[in-house]
């Protein structure tokens, strides 16, 4: 019964959302084509794994409608506290904001402008890691020659002696490691605090027209909460999700 549900769900999202179902699509089958590239697979898994991959994320975009539809119908809506830069500057609805919300992730636009952002934070990537593998391979040989030196010499002169059908099938190899050597590279970038210039482009459009609904002119952080029961509630997207999911 769950599947069924589910399958009309996507079904229903697909004829109302034509444009953003099909940029889903697309991301699915290029991450499907990035990922099964190297492994040569088939056309079926592909196309399976391609058709999974937008299945889920289709669900969950009907599911998130579905919850951003009820409150803005509900008839007993609530009111946040819109703060900018940690200051009061306003109050709104908890159905406006929730329209905010479900005109900015349903408007085909923004993610367009996500993929261009991503797809620029990865060439930003590369330029970076171009720049940087050089210097890592250099001190890593400098190293080796300092402190394994004999490890060092045999390095070397295995390189000096490397045949043709040596050097090919060592290519595997090779690319393995600078795969790894990549990701791990971009792992600790990423955990010193550096995006590469990514920017969430949804949050940065809630923002705008939250700011809009208040009429503030300042820009900056924007946060939404509300006193209930004595505590300090925050607005927490993910909450409404999993209620609709049930």
Known sequence: MKFQQARDEVIRFHKENKAVAAVV???AGLLTFIFMLRRSADILPAALFTSMLAFMVTGTLARYRAALDKRINAEDSFTWTVS???????EISDARYARIRRNVFFDVRLYVAQVVNVMGCLCRALDSLIWT???????GAAGCYFFAPESFATALHAIQTVTKDELVAAIPTAVNLLVMVSFMYLIVSMIGG???GFVNRFDEAVAADVRRA?????EGYVNLHRWLNGSLQQSRERDHLRAEKG
């Open 25 to 27: 699509w697309l991301a």
């Open 84 to 90: 900018v830069n940690g200051v009061d500057a306003g």
């Open 133 to 139: 593998l050089p210097i890592m391979v250099f001190w």
């Open 194 to 196: 550096r995006n590469f």
């Open 214 to 218: 208040i009429n503030c002119p300042a």
